[in-house]
């Protein structure tokens, strides 16, 4: 009986025990990948070269020899004295040391990491999977109904001759003289007719044409550098304000100079993310984009620690949105006191792979604009000027209440919708469509 | 007659199919002198100037301090494979010692436009950029508040740091004036400061049992 049970327990613990094993082998892998995310992969990579060497085969190039490895990572400095190898890696990467790991990093630490880059391998990519055929052609209705109008209309003109050849024949047979046939571009009717249409269509296009000149909505030019703001801003979040912060500060919202791409894309040289299409649905290669952007850039991702920004030529990026030369208009007037968002005037840029424009910077659309938009009284020092607006508003408030203790209500019960009275004030009530606001 | 009528109808259907809808051309203008400014703007081209007799330094006069601004950082960029500059940054003392809630706020946010989409929302490294490595940028950034060097760096040397870039990080002076570098230096201490005042009980609680 005892027997039995020391061999139930037996059993039980070695089964616990393999399954404990199991579940720490497995976090071990786990504690590798955390370390090595926590301290080496600010400068490391496996398979990209970043501050320091792509780490992919490090056993292998060290000879495998941890002890030295050990040595390096917690002190390499003072190794790189000792070893040639070493001394040579520091000179490759131009003196930049790595980071002392002694006290931070403990032996077992150190070899977990070391075995998670031993073990780690480069995922495969599945390329095509998903995205592709996303943008299958969108059919275009406009031509199917332009054939079908055209074969209607022959349809129609055909019918049209069959019906009075037909009325020729029945009245030749009961004797009714045909009159002279005309032709049909001397008969009358056709002709007004053609006149009339010319006339609609033509008076259309000008009218058209002419209130079109100089305005751009939709104007989507080709860009030296295919950008994907939907990408940028959208995908990876990144602040409109990070490359226009001049939105804020003065009359432009500033494009960036080549030096602030590359605070990124010093490190990023490849575009892994969904397919791009352009605005024509053809698609685009997004490392080639980068690489265009390093020519500009004048960087070479072999030496990146040698690059200098100052060498940097400016892209010529096309300018979409054009205001007149007599209109004047300043972003940070309408982004920091008015408080108006980026996209009340840009569209959705988030999805805007090419931007386009959005807004058609008429006249006529900002007067409607300065006449709708209500002023942000709150939390805004700029308008804090307009005593009275504040005064009248005060009145108001006051004569409604007056009214209200009338009716009965107590006063501390009355409580007035502050929104209410400050929505009636549009910036067209502080001046936003005097003529020389924008004009001078 | 026959052959006329397919070809104009070819014609027209090319055409239909050529014109897209994509307007890659501007529109005309009606006066195009008042549109197109005629004086030098913004981003135009005045690399020219000089042939036509004009000279012209868009580059304030060497020393020049705007208004409101902090004075220059007293240490240059070190050369490639040197650190002496970036090491004696560590004993410049930042010249903001305190700020009001609205500075701080504002610091914050300039924090989470410029240095939050990599070093996180939360100052942790975890940036939409990174994202537990799932995202575009191939380095993971310095979390803030954990990681050994950076939560105990000098502010001088962030200064540093940020003015002139570190390894895969560039500058940020074309981005922030010192000013404001300075501003998000303090705030970015101040929530190291909190981390470690909520993180001491708790190590100190652990060591008593």
């Avoid at chain 1, 059919?139 to 109904?145: E, M, P, R, T, Y």
Wanted: hydrophobic share 35%.
């Amino acid at each position: 009986m005892t027997h039995r049970r020391l061999a139930k327990t037996i059993i039980l613990s070695t089964i616990l025990l393999i399954g404990l094993s199991f579940i720490s082998n497995t976090s071990l892998a786990q504690d590798g990948k955390a370390l090595f995310n926590a301290n080496c992969a600010s400068c490391h990579k496996l398979d990209q070269k970043l501050t320091g060497p792509a780490l992919m085969g490090v056993e292998d190039r060290w000879k495998g020899n941890r002890a030295n490895l050990h040595k390096w990572i917690k002190n390499s400095s003072a190794y790189a004295k000792t070893d040639p190898y070493a001394s040579a890696l520091v000179k490759e990467y131009n003196g930049t040391v790595m980071n002392a790991f002694e006290g931070v990093l403990d032996d077992k630490q150190i070899d977990l990491v070391l075995d998670y880059i031993k073990n780690w391998k480069p995922t495969v990519e599945t390329a095509g999977a998903g995205g592709a055929g996303a943008k299958a052609a969108e059919s275009d209705n406009s031509l199917l109904f332009g054939i079908l109008t055209l074969i209607l209309a022959v349809v129609a003109l055909t019918l049209l001759q069959v019906n009075s050849n037909l009325k020729k024949l029945s009245d030749d047979k009961s004797g009714i003289p045909a009159p002279e046939p005309i032709a049909f571009w001397k008969n009358k009717a056709y002709i007004a007719m053609v006149i009339v249409v010319l006339f609609v269509v033509g008076g259309y296009m000008t009218t058209k044409g002419a209130i079109g000149l100089g305005r751009n909505k939709e104007y989507q030019p080709q860009q030296p550098i295919f950008y994907s703001h939907k990408v940028h801003a959208g995908t990876n979040q990144i602040n409109c304000l990070y490359c226009h912060g001049g939105a804020e500060q003065g009359k432009h919202a500033n494009i960036p100079s080549v030096n602030v791409c590359m605070n990124c894309h010093k490190a990023i040289n490849e575009y892994k993310g969904e397919k791009l299409f352009d605005a024509e649905g053809k698609e685009v290669d997004g490392t080639a984009q980068i690489k265009k952007l390093y020519e500009y850039a004048g960087f070479n991702p072999a030496k990146a620690a040698e690059w200098d920004a100052s060498k940097a030529r400016p892209i010529e990026w096309t300018k979409i949105h054009n205001l007149p030369d007599h209109v004047y208009f300043n972003h940070s007037q309408h982004t920091k006191a008015g408080k108006v968002q980026c996209q009340t005037c840009h569209g959705e840029i988030t999805a805007m792979g090419e931007v386009k424009q959005f807004a058609e910077l008429s006249m006529g659309w900002c007067v409607n604009c300065h006449r709708e938009t209500k002023v942000q009284f709150k939390e805004n020092g700029f308008y804090s000027i307009y005593e009275k607006f504040h005064e009248d508003i005060k009145k108001e408030m006051d004569k409604d209440e007056a009214d209200l203790i009338e009716k009965g209500f107590k006063k501390e019960n009355i409580k007035l919708d502050t929104a209410k009275y400050f929505n009636k004030i549009t910036v067209e009530k502080i001046g936003g469509t005097e003529c020389q606001k924008c004009h001078y | 007659m026959k052959k006329l009528t397919i070809i104009a109808f070819l014609t027209a259907a090319v055409v239909i199919v050529s014109c897209s809808d994509v307007k890659r051309k501007p529109n005309d203008i009606y006066m195009p002198d008042m549109a197109y400014s005629r004086a030098y703007e913004t981003y135009a081209d005045h690399s020219n100037l000089k042939d036509s007799g004009i000279y012209y330094d868009n580059m304030p006069v060497k020393g020049t301090i705007a208004r409101g601004e902090e004075m220059p950082f007293p240490y240059a960029k070190d050369a490639l494979g040197d650190t002496t500059n970036y090491v004696a940054s560590k004993s410049v003392k930042s010249p903001v010692d305190s700020l009001t809630e609205e500075q701080l706020t504002e610091a914050e946010r300039m924090y989470l436009i410029n240095c939050g989409i990599c070093h996180g929302k939360n100052l942790d490294g975890n940036g939409p950029l990174w994202k537990d490595g799932s995202g575009p940028f191939p380095a993971a950034p310095k979390n803030l508040i954990a990681d050994a060097v950076v939560s105990k760096m000098p502010e001088g040397q962030m200064f540093y740091s940020v003015t002139y870039g570190k390894n895969t990080m560039g500058s940020y002076a074309s981005q922030l004036n010192r000013k404001q570098r300075w501003d998000i230096i303090y705030y970015i201490k101040k929530k190291q400061a909190a981390a470690k005042a909520t993180a001491a009980p708790a190590k100190t609680e652990t060591a008593a049992k």
